[in-house]
């Protein structure tokens, strides 16, 4: 089949509208706690109802993807984005915000199900892995982009510089004063709709899934929930979303509490500048990976996330805004590697596999919560050291897996080419 990059280019701009949505959790925080005077595991909550529908829908979506195809459940996806976030702009309460993004997160579960297979198809075979990592770039540009879109509009909206700016005073009539920063959600309807457009009048390709995409029979779930090391690998893909949330929902809400910094700016920047560090770091590893075994890799990138995240806790102000952003340098690598030393650790049901991997997404909502609940008791700082076992958990990968194939390095290659020479 023909290349066609006009969907491609359609896959690429659904993950940045999906990345909008889902990294703006933590620079928020601080606000919620402030407008809405709940706990830190009150808090903790929002996050959790955003990333526990992963666990909830990503195995469903597969099944429906398969049913009714990728555009009209693409398009629901985004009815449910839009639903969500309308309902919080029209409605800004706390328990609005549960259920609203509950319904965000459920729509951007689908999405990922579904937009894979179709990158394969629109952008040829041979080109998919190419395409698969310029979507990753593509999703953390938006991630890095979000919490300034979000300062922006706090520090400027119901101020005088907003009198010259029809866009910043259309935002302020629809969004209450004392709430600058729930005028996102105004932002991701906008968002949301346009995509609804978009994809309405697009012709999309026949996608032909492989065995591996395939969504599965829950004959194969059974068979993979009975093996010991399925559980392993959900557990550390758990494990490290849970590492990833748990740092980016708390820096700015850490910052704040025990350096002073403003949660609207320096709060903001830390965040932007920790997916911004994730994304970077994944140039970095994808040339460690071409030199050295992935579960080398793993480990050091492990202890140096070990590093910084000690630095970030017990270090002076200006080390712990430098340190919390580095942490994602180094988690940058950890997705890949578990989800590649999972599926490459069983022979067969490599589509159900990768289903349950995805469940482990819901690590994100759990994660966060726990700190915040022991936040509550004990500190922000006692409640964020849960994240030394989270990344313990990653740590421990690479050492007990044993893939069945491991990655190709340079030396490998040298090695087979030698071998055909005698």
């Not at 313990?392 to 893939?403: D, N, Y």
């Amino acid at each position: 089949m023909p290349r066609n990059r006009y969907m491609v280019s359609i896959v690429f701009l659904t993950f940045f509208v999906m990345s909008l949505l889902t990294n703006i959790l933590g620079p928020i925080v601080p606000d919620i706690i402030n407008s809405f005077k709940v706990s830190l595991a009150a808090a903790a909550l929002l996050p959790f109802s955003f990333f526990i529908a992963y666990g909830v829908m990503s195995i469903p979506a597969g099944f429906l993807v398969e049913r009714y195809t990728e555009k009209p459940v693409m398009i629901a996806a985004f009815l449910a984005g839009t639903a969500g976030s309308l309902s919080f702009a029209f409605h800004p309460n706390y328990e609005v915000a549960i259920i609203s993004l509950f319904v965000m997160g459920s729509g951007m579960a689908t999405l990922q199900t579904a937009i894979n297979p179709l990158l394969r198809v629109a952008g040829g075979e041979e080109h998919f892995a190419f395409n698969s990592a310029f979507a990753q770039l593509i999703f953390g540009i938006a991630s890095f982009i979000s919490p300034y879109i979000y300062s922006y509009l706090v520090l400027n909206l119901n101020t005088a510089r907003a009198s010259g700016n029809p866009f910043l005073l259309i935002l302020e009539k629809l969004t209450p004063a004392a709430l600058p920063w729930a005028s996102m959600y105004w932002i991701f309807a906008v968002f949301t709709l346009l995509m609804i457009a978009v994809l309405f009048w697009s012709t999309f390709p026949r996608v032909e899934r492989t065995a591996d995409e395939s969504a599965g029979s829950w004959s194969m779930y059974g068979a993979l929930f009975r093996k010991p090391l399925v559980w392993a690998s959900f557990l550390a893909v758990f494990a490290y979303v849970g590492c990833e949330q748990g740092t980016a929902d708390w820096i700015s809400k850490f910052l704040s509490s025990y350096h002073g910094y403003d949660p609207h700016t320096t709060g903001a920047v830390a965040v932007s500048w920790f997916w911004g560090l994730l994304t970077a770091g994944c140039f970095i590893g994808m040339g460690l990976l071409k030199l050295f075994d992935s579960r080398y890799v793993l480990i050091g990138t492990s202890l140096g996330a070990l590093l910084c995240l000690s630095a970030a806790l017990f270090g002076p102000a200006r080390i712990s805004v430098i340190a919390f952003p580095t942490i994602g340098l180094f988690a940058s690598v950890m997705w890949p590697i578990l989800v590649s030393l999972g599926l490459n650790s069983v022979s067969e049901h490599h589509g159900s596999f990768a289903g349950i991997l995805s469940t482990g997404i819901m690590g994100g909502a759990v994660v966060p919560v726990i700190i915040g609940r022991i936040a509550d008791h004990f500190g922000l700082r006692a409640g964020i050291s849960f994240l030394y076992l989270t990344f313990g958990c990653v740590l421990s990968v690479g050492f007990w897996a044993k893939p069945i194939i491991t990655n190709a390095t340079l030396s490998s290659k040298k090695s087979s080419l030698a071998m055909e020479v005698q």
